[in-house]
């Protein structure tokens, strides 16, 4: 029920973000979502893309420091209300959201939700009993 | 103007005659009370009755801070405790400070040299002195402010910091000295202008600094902006404290050492060979009168020279030129003495960081800040920047607790700190001293 995401620190300077795309360009993976987070000394890039494992090496040998997590992704239809709907359900329960991005498969079919809570187990339990399609890894990477 | 007429003007040879007094004394004394000296005297294959001139010390064994240290707290004391009324210290290699003690009379002898370099400033009975040199186990701020009493001034003794009141209280009570570092004058100097205040309109005259190194220019930049004569002293701790030498407001060229006290000499700083007169080298003190805490040839790592030529205020003692330079890495930041390795043990200490790391040292404006340089390897790398964050100051904190300054800590990817052959760069110091 968890899927893999890539995390990879960014020195605030010019080009680095265009470094990583261009060695991820030269092996052939492809991004599925991807979110950046910024402070004024540095930068956490997160990454969900088609092959995790080959992506991890592949940032390691060009020098970056690279972390796998686990996400959860919650599908939703893609209309008015669907992210409300979610994320009544998580303050309900009260989970604690440390940060959460999301992307559309397609316009109009439906939406991602890419969730890091700090308990990740509990939400599970959570959107499991509210009736929410969780993806699993593998769902995610073969979109 | 002179304090002490008959030590501060004694012919060179008379000079000399009481030196050798006093030291043939203080290595008796030493010899006959610590173990540790008389051991390392043994070691030396020297007594105290090898020592029949001057030139003798050269016999004598070097002490370095690794002694000071070997002997935390009170091992190097020549007297009971009972005997000993103050107790300062100064940061140390390891995290473990060096402690000086003084006896009365030791208490004594530093506020009569103290007041000899404050008259030296043209200081003067009548004056009100702000010091803002920090009072507490730094020996700055007691020892500049039993000078200043000695000399009959009225002390304000405000410490460092809060340079919003300080200037307030410079305006009210009419201050007419200041003592500080010269990078906390500058700081002041900063503030003023802020506060759209005209330095003319304070009654300042004078400014003493030492505690850390700063050159001619600044020298020019603090007189100028803060309208005052900048006169430069040293000391340190383990000899003294401030006090040892002083520059004179005639000349202000080179610190006169208060040789009946203190005994000078310059050498090679690699074969420790003594040096001919007026040669570089560094500089390395006896204390000749010292009571509680003398040393014997205290290697102080500063770079200097003795001037030997008479100086036209009348002064016979020998000057060492403004000092700019060390033998080894420690940094001076804001008066505080900096080893990379107290840095690079804090770092050691949190699991998982990478033992790369630089120190680069900036002067902003005219205060020193210190930005420590951190690799992110994957153990301590999270996708949540808050920990990240937690890290950062868990780094800044520990580091303040250790060295009482502050510094900004930045985070730094993998292999970009410059890996060197042989010993690594840890300190870039972009300071212009």
């Not at chain 2, 009548?126 to 020996?139: M, P």
């Not at chain 2, 005259?205 to 930049?221: H, I, K, L, N």
């Not at chain 2, 006290?261 to 500089?283: K, Q, R, S, W």
């Not at chain 2, 770079?303 to 940094?331: N, Q």
Request: glycine fraction near 8%; aromatic fraction near 6%.
């Amino acid at each position: 029920m968890k899927v893999k995401q890539i995390a990879i620190f960014l020195e605030n300077k010019s080009g680095r973000l265009a470094d990583i795309s261009h060695t991820l360009a030269e092996n052939a993976i492809n991004i599925r979502a991807l979110s950046l987070a910024d402070t004024a000394d540095f930068g956490i890039l997160r990454l969900v893309v088609n092959d995790t494992n080959k992506a991890q090496q592949v940032l390691k040998e060009n020098g970056f420091t690279v972390g796998i997590t686990e996400v959860l992704v919650v599908e939703v239809p893609d209309k008015p209300g669907a992210l409300d709907c979610i994320l009544q359900v998580v303050r309900k329960a009260g989970l604690n959201v440390e940060y959460m991005y999301a992307f559309t498969k397609k316009s109009g079919e439906s939406g991602m939700l890419l969730f890091r809570f700090d308990d990740q187990d509990a939400a599970v339990e959570v959107f499991q009993k509210a009736g929410c399609r969780l993806l699993s890894d593998d769902e995610v990477h073969a979109l | 103007m002179i304090w002490n007429e008959e030590y501060e003007t004694l012919p060179r040879e008379a000079l000399e005659a009481l030196q050798l007094k006093r030291l043939k004394a203080q290595v008796a004394r030493v010899h006959a009370t610590v173990a540790y000296y008389r051991k390392k005297m043994e070691d030396a294959g020297v007594t105290p009755d090898d020592i029949q001139t001057l030139a003798d010390i050269r016999l004598l064994p070097f002490t370095t801070k690794e002694d000071l240290r070997k002997n935390y707290p009170f091992g190097l004391f020549t007297v009971p405790m009972e005997k000993v009324v103050r107790i300062h210290a100064s940061s140390g290699t390891t995290g473990k400070p060096t402690v000086v003690g003084y006896t009365k009379r030791d208490i004594e002898m530093w506020a009569e040299l103290m007041t000899r370099t404050l008259s030296a400033a043209g200081v003067h009975s009548g004056d009100i002195v702000h010091n803002a040199y920090g009072y507490g186990l730094f020996t700055g701020g007691l020892g500049a402010h039993y000078g200043a009493e000695n000399l009959g001034a009225a002390v304000i003794p405000i410490s460092g910091g809060n340079t919003k009141r300080q200037i307030q209280i410079m305006q009210d009570f009419g201050s007419t000295v200041l003592l500080s570092t010269p990078s906390y004058a500058l700081n002041i100097a900063d503030a003023m202008a802020d506060q759209g205040i005209d330095p003319a309109t304070l009654k300042l005259r004078v400014g003493v600094f030492g505690a850390e190194p700063w050159s001619e220019a600044m020298r020019e930049e603090i007189e100028q902006r803060l309208k005052i004569k900048a006169i430069d002293i040293y000391g340190l701790s383990e000899v003294m404290g401030p006090g040892v030498a002083a520059e004179c407001i005639e000349e202000q060229k080179g610190l006169h050492i208060m040789e009946d006290h203190f005994l000078p000499e310059i050498v090679d700083p690699d074969t420790f060979a003594p040096l001919p007169l007026g040669e570089a080298g560094e500089l390395v003190f006896t204390t000749l009168t010292k009571e509680a805490f003398p040393v014997i040839r205290y290697r102080t790592k500063d770079i200097s020279r003795l001037i030997p030529d008479v100086c036209s205020c009348g002064r016979t003692f020998y000057r060492i030129p403004k000092i700019t330079g060390r033998t080894d890495d420690m940094l001076i930041i804001r008066g505080v003495n900096v080893f990379p390795s107290q840095i690079e043990e804090v770092i050691m200490g949190v699991e998982g960081v990478e033992p790369h790391y630089q120190i680069v040292v900036e002067r902003e404006g005219s205060l020193d800040k210190i930005e420590v340089q951190v690799e992110v390897s994957e153990a301590i790398f999270s996708d949540e920047v808050k920990s990240l964050e937690k890290l950062s100051k868990k780094l800044q904190t520990e580091i303040k607790d250790l060295l009482g300054i502050s510094c900004t800590i930045k985070l730094v990817e993998p292999k970009t700190i410059q890996r060197s052959e042989g010993k690594a760069k840890r300190v870039i110091d972009n300071r212009k001293i």
